[in-house]
């Protein structure tokens, strides 16, 4: 009888995932679904983005440096350079 009731309420439990748990189900899928070529293409073109990001950020560090030089240089007030011009 007990064994009965097991089965029972066993049989009308539902399993449930989420969304997030079927999404990440989904990527592992299909990431391990792919085949080499495609992930050392795809891997190929990520460091490729690397690189172009890392030389972005350089140029933009250098840009920055520049601009904070000028900023730290002492300030001549326009009166004096438009006195000096007359």
Known sequence: MKDNLMSNESGSQ???LGCGSLI???LI?????QNDD???R??????????ELRRVVDA????L?????????????EEATDNAQQ
């Open 42 to 51: 795809d891997l190929r073109l990520l460091r490729d983005d690397v690189a």
């Open 38 to 40: 495609d992930i050392e």
């Open 14 to 16: 539902k399993a449930s």
């Open 29 to 33: 899928v299909m990431f391990f679904s």
């Open 65 to 77: 440096r520049s601009l904070e030089r000028k900023l730290e240089q002492p300030q001549i007030p």
């Open 24 to 26: 990440l189900i989904a």
């Open 60 to 63: 933009q560090t250098t840009l």
